[in-house]
């Protein structure tokens, strides 16, 4: 009985069920070898827009369309029926390869390696199809990658297949208890363990972990290993705050200060897992009401119109003098993802990995739109106490503007100068006053030959630097004009 068990499994698991691959485009031997072992004698077909991805292998391509990938959403359902009519045609399909690099162009690209593992166990499950997600290890970010080991069942690599112990099915990661899904895995690490119950399920209510309500800790505002879907938090640009119903938080409730109810979510959520102090809000928000009780009111009532606005009243936790926002588990906020990616783009850059590096600073720039907090009214982005906001907000647009100059940088050394100069034009607008976009701009213009719009731009930058009282003495500009007018 044992023995025909183990057999079993083994069988098993050397069938692809919902494999991934991480190796590098640059370099597809890896990958090459990983899918040649695995993929003996099956009819496989490889789904990408990728030039020369397998291209020592003989496989049918279709493009990533043809399962409706490679646009900034996707629908399960309709990949899921796009996969129907394929096996439907003429098409003879055992194992399906699916090129991840769409996932880098979506703006919630974390968000889709998630739910695009929900959708490869629902296809594996309903047709019987082997699945393979290859990856390209350069252009991963890091939520995208802990996004991705928890979204497949097993790894490909030359040496064979090999299960993923981090991998949760979609029922118990979205919908299973700490201690249901605790269960799952210690099963899958060691086979004793299969039908193990920690709690009996008439006493779940009031088990530890089950109820992570009888215990408020702190918890950071991004969510690694999320149970379920949170909270979408948007603060490059107006602050935008989506809940798990996908529904768009409105300021605008009856009786409340929306610009107040805004700022106040604004400031918690930078203040993290350890929290603000009233003192410290009630001076930002009503820094000229002298009376101590009425701004502790008018407080009270903020955090009240918060919480109504978030939809839960443990939306926003107090413990004695301080408040911080309880974010649910799966929340995702902008400024991480931003702050990897440009991380991720310089890297490659750096390593002339131009069409990798354009790829990756394009999701940068789909998530850059604009200043940190840019709808906060002035009066409440620093208060005489603190300047909670403007130094991040500086500190995020010059990472901005380092994406426009890099990618224009890269634009030209492609011979692409036309798509260059509109990145230019769109820093400038974020900082007309910033010497290395005034310099790559002339160089665009020199790259297309427009010597009278060099001058133009060159004069301009010195007649606005003159007239706010600057020195361009020193400027490094002069010498960058002089060598593209010689």
């Given at each position: 009985?044992?023995?025909?068990?183990?057999?079993?499994?083994?069988?098993?698991?050397?069938?692809?069920?919902?494999?991934?691959?991480?190796?590098?485009?640059?370099?597809?031997?890896?990958?090459?070898?990983?899918?040649?072992?695995?993929?003996?004698?099956?009819?496989?077909?490889?789904?990408?827009?990728?030039?020369?991805?397998?291209?020592?292998?003989?496989?049918?391509?279709?493009?990533?369309?043809?399962?409706?990938?490679?646009?900034?959403?996707?629908?399960?359902?309709?990949?899921?029926?796009?996969?129907?009519?394929?096996?439907?045609?003429?098409?003879?399909?055992?194992?399906?390869?699916?090129?991840?690099?769409?996932?880098?162009?979506?703006?919630?690209?974390?968000?889709?390696?998630?739910?695009?593992?929900?959708?490869?166990?629902?296809?594996?499950?309903?047709?019987?199809?082997?699945?393979?997600?290859?990856?390209?290890?350069?252009?991963?970010?890091?939520?995208?990658?802990?996004?991705?080991?928890?979204?497949?069942?097993?790894?490909?690599?030359?040496?064979?297949?090999?299960?993923?112990?981090?991998?949760?099915?979609?029922?118990?990661?979205?919908?299973?208890?700490?201690?249901?899904?605790?269960?799952?895995?210690?099963?899958?690490?060691?086979?004793?363990?299969?039908?193990?119950?920690?709690?009996?399920?008439?006493?779940?209510?009031?088990?530890?972990?089950?109820?992570?309500?009888?215990?408020?800790?702190?918890?950071?505002?991004?969510?690694?290993?999320?149970?379920?879907?949170?909270?979408?938090?948007?603060?490059?640009?107006?602050?935008?705050?989506?809940?798990?119903?996908?529904?768009?938080?409105?300021?605008?409730?009856?009786?409340?200060?929306?610009?107040?109810?805004?700022?106040?979510?604004?400031?918690?959520?930078?203040?993290?897992?350890?929290?603000?102090?009233?003192?410290?809000?009630?001076?930002?928000?009503?820094?000229?009401?002298?009376?101590?009780?009425?701004?502790?009111?008018?407080?009270?009532?903020?955090?009240?119109?918060?919480?109504?606005?978030?939809?839960?009243?443990?939306?926003?936790?107090?413990?004695?003098?301080?408040?911080?926002?309880?974010?649910?588990?799966?929340?995702?906020?902008?400024?991480?993802?931003?702050?990897?990616?440009?991380?991720?783009?310089?890297?490659?850059?750096?390593?002339?990995?131009?069409?990798?590096?354009?790829?990756?600073?394009?999701?940068?720039?789909?998530?850059?739109?604009?200043?940190?907090?840019?709808?906060?009214?002035?009066?409440?982005?620093?208060?005489?106490n603190e300047d909670w906001c403007l130094p991040r907000r500086r500190w995020?647009r010059d990472m901005a503007l380092k994406i426009y100059r890099d990618t224009?940088?890269?634009?030209?050394?492609?011979?692409?100068?036309?798509?260059?100069?509109?990145?230019?034009?769109?820093?400038?607008?974020?900082?007309?006053?910033?010497?290395?976009?005034?310099?790559?701009?002339?160089?665009?213009?020199?790259?297309?030959?427009?010597?009278?719009?060099?001058?133009?731009?060159?004069?301009?930058?010195?007649?606005?630097?003159?007239?706010?009282?600057?020195?361009?003495?020193?400027?490094?500009?002069?010498?960058?004009?002089?060598?593209?007018?010689?």
């Amino acid at each position: 009985m044992r023995n025909s068990k183990k057999d079993h499994e083994n069988r098993r698991r050397d069938n692809i069920i919902d494999a991934a691959v991480f190796g590098l485009f640059s370099d597809g031997e890896f990958i090459e070898k990983s899918v040649t072992k695995t993929l003996s004698k099956k009819h496989a077909v490889l789904v990408s827009d990728t030039p020369d991805l397998l291209k020592d292998l003989t496989y049918p391509t279709l493009p990533l369309s043809a399962l409706g990938l490679g646009e900034t959403s996707f629908s399960g359902d309709s990949v899921h029926q796009a996969v129907c009519d394929l096996l439907q045609s003429k098409t003879k399909v055992d194992v399906l390869m699916v090129d991840m690099t769409w996932s880098a162009k979506t703006v919630f690209s974390n968000m889709s390696v998630k739910d695009w593992g929900h959708i490869a166990e629902r296809i594996s499950s309903d047709f019987g199809l082997g699945l393979i997600s290859i990856y390209n290890r350069e252009l991963l970010i890091e939520n995208q990658m802990q996004s991705a080991l928890r979204a497949h069942q097993q790894f490909l690599a030359p040496s064979g297949i090999h299960k993923n112990p981090y991998w949760l099915p979609a029922n118990l990661s979205v919908n299973g208890t700490i201690d249901e899904q605790m269960a799952f895995l210690l099963e899958s690490a060691v086979a004793d363990y299969a039908g193990i119950k920690f709690f009996d399920p008439l006493d779940r209510s009031f088990a530890r972990g089950a109820d992570p309500g009888w215990v408020s800790k702190p918890k950071q505002i991004q969510i690694t290993t999320p149970k379920s879907k949170g909270w979408q938090v948007q603060c490059l640009g107006p602050l935008q705050v989506y809940l798990a119903d996908q529904s768009l938080v409105s300021w605008n409730s009856p009786g409340s200060s929306p610009h107040k109810t805004r700022t106040l979510f604004a400031y918690l959520l930078s203040a993290g897992e350890k929290g603000a102090h009233t003192d410290r809000m009630c001076e930002l928000l009503w820094p000229n009401e002298a009376a101590e009780a009425t701004k502790r009111g008018r407080f009270h009532h903020a955090v009240a119109m918060l919480r109504k606005a978030l939809g839960s009243k443990d939306a926003v936790i107090r413990s004695g003098e301080f408040y911080r926002l309880n974010a649910p588990e799966g929340s995702w906020i902008d400024i991480s993802s931003f702050e990897q990616i440009c991380r991720r783009g310089l890297s490659l850059a750096k390593q002339d990995r131009v069409d990798d590096a354009l790829l990756i600073y394009r999701s940068g720039q789909e998530l850059y739109r604009g200043d940190l907090f840019e709808d906060i009214p002035l009066q409440y982005v620093h208060s005489e106490n603190e300047d909670w906001c403007l130094p991040r907000r500086r500190w995020l647009r010059d990472m901005a503007l380092k994406i426009y100059r890099d990618t224009s940088v890269l634009l030209r050394s492609q011979n692409q100068q036309d798509e260059a100069l509109p990145l230019c034009q769109k820093a400038l607008v974020l900082d007309p006053m910033n010497e290395d976009i005034n310099c790559e701009t002339m160089r665009v213009f020199h790259a297309q030959d427009r010597t009278d719009a060099i001058i133009r731009q060159y004069k301009q930058y010195l007649t606005t630097l003159e007239s706010m009282g600057g020195s361009h003495k020193d400027a490094s500009i002069h010498k960058v004009y002089r060598n593209l007018m010689q």
